[in-house]
Antibody, heavy 121, light 109 residues
Framework: EVQLLQSGGGLAQPGGSLRLSCTAS????????MSWVRQGPGKGLEWVSA?????????YYTDSVKGRFIISRDNSKNALYLEMNNLRDDDTAVYFC?????????????WGQGSLVTVSS | EIVMTQSPATLSLSPGERATLSCRAS??????LAWYQQRPGQPPRLLIY???TRATGIPARFRGNGSGTDFTLTISSLQSEDFAVYYC???????????FGQGTKLEIK
């Protein structure tokens, strides 16, 4: 059974930093690209960042987080990370990790439970 | 960037009725479209990918079709658990990134 278990998140001040983690099980983690998707309060889904399969040499970001967020993976730990720096109020959201399908680019076939990030002074 | 537009924003129907949700892409995306269902407090759940292929475990009452720029999700006979928010997502234009529609809320009439 595929599972994505998230940790991290919480409250940060504007300009602060947080790190999200997502630990995968039930599939060969290194074989799949992974993404982070967020959902602001009462809002829709917004793709944030993706990392390619394998070594994760390819990383991609939505414009609003470029230069502030860093996505990474550790295949030895079946883990995906999102380091969030210089946080802004509009980064407040629930962040989901998501596993992509077998092709890249692709749909998201499994999602984590979500991690709440609140940016406030 | 490809913009995904869903309609209607809200759909009010009764259990047993048929629901038709629409999703339009600002440019052609072939069949690289997925549909997700999201219940309150839950992560999204994949329903349909490649515009018309049901994901594992998804009931046959969910049907997707379309290609190019216009897509629909049809739920043939609404069950109580189907009342939720539905999102479409394109994965054709990569990079720069994936885009989602703004969602359709399916509510009980």
């Amino acid at each position: 059974e595929v599972q994505l278990l998230q940790s991290g998140g919480g409250l940060a001040q504007p300009g602060g930093s947080l790190r999200l983690s997502c630990t995968a099980s039930g599939f060969t983690f290194s074989d799949y690209a992974m993404s982070w998707v967020r959902q602001g309060p009462g809002k829709g889904l917004e793709w944030v960042s993706a990392i390619s399969r394998g070594s994760g040499i390819g990383t991609y970001y939505t414009d609003s987080v470029k230069g502030r967020f860093i996505i990474s993976r550790d295949n030895s730990k079946n883990a995906l990370y999102l380091e969030m720096n210089n946080l802004r109020d509009d980064d407040t959201a629930v962040y989901f990790c998501a596993k992509e399908g077998p092709h890249s680019p692709d749909h998201f076939d499994f999602w984590g439970q979500g991690s709440l990030v609140t940016v406030s002074s | 960037e490809i913009v995904m537009t869903q309609s209607p924003a809200t759909l009010s129907l009764s259990p047993g009725e048929r629901a038709t949700l629409s999703c339009r892409a600002s440019q052609g995306i072939i069949s690289n479209l997925a549909w997700y269902q999201q219940r309150p407090g839950q992560p999204p759940r994949l329903l349909i990918y490649s515009a018309s292929t049901r994901a594992t475990g998804i009931p046959a009452r969910f049907r997707g079709n379309g290609s190019g720029t216009d897509f629909t999700l049809t739920i043939s006979s609404l069950q109580s658990e189907d009342f939720a928010v539905y999102y479409c997502q394109q994965y054709n234009n990569w990079p720069p990134g994936y885009t989602f529609g703004q969602g359709t809320k399916l509510e009980i009439k």
